[in-house]
Nanobody
C-alpha cells in the first residue's frame, strides 16, 4: 500500500492550494481518509477526514469554511482544497487511510489510520 501526497508549495496569505493523495494497493473509496499536518515544533494534528460510510466529513475548527476534502473514486485520489490560507497553516501535510473502517464517522485522531503518505510541505508567507 502506498499513499502519495502532492500539491504543496509556497503561497501568499489568502491564497489557495489543492493537495492530492493518490493511492496504490488500496481502494480509497472503501477507506476512511484523513489529512493531518505537522508544523515545526508542534505535534501532528488532524485537519480533515472523509468517511467511507455515508460520505460524511469532519474538519478541525481552525479550517472550517476554508478547507474542503473530496474524493475522486475513479482516480483513486482524495483532495484537500485549501483556501484563504494563513501563515499558521504552514506545515507538512500528510494523508492517511483506514481501510474498511467500521466507524460511522471518521476521526481526526491519528491512531485510527494504518497507512500514511510521505507528506507535502505547505508554506504560507508574504
Amino acid at each position: 500500500v502506498q499513499l502519495q501526497a502532492s500539491g504543496g508549495g509556497f503561497v501568499q496569505p489568502g491564497g489557495s492550494l489543492r493537495l492530492s493523495c493518490a493511492a496504490s494497493g488500496l481502494f480509497l473509496a472503501s477507506s476512511d481518509i484523513g489529512w493531518f499536518r505537522q508544523a515545526p515544533g508542534k505535534e501532528r494534528e488532524g485537519v480533515s477526514c472523509s468517511s467511507r460510510r455515508y460520505g460524511r466529513t469532519v474538519y478541525t475548527d481552525s479550517v472550517k469554511g476554508r478547507f474542503t476534502i473530496s474524493r475522486d473514486n475513479a482516480k483513486n485520489t482524495v483532495y484537500l482544497q485549501m483556501s484563504s490560507l494563513k501563515p499558521e497553516d504552514t506545515a507538512v501535510y500528510y494523508c492517511a487511510a483506514d481501510p474498511l473502517s467500521s466507524r460511522p464517522l471518521c476521526g481526526l485522531g491519528d491512531n485510527q489510520y494504518a497507512h500514511w503518505g510521505q507528506g507535502t510541505l505547505v508554506t504560507v508567507s508574504s
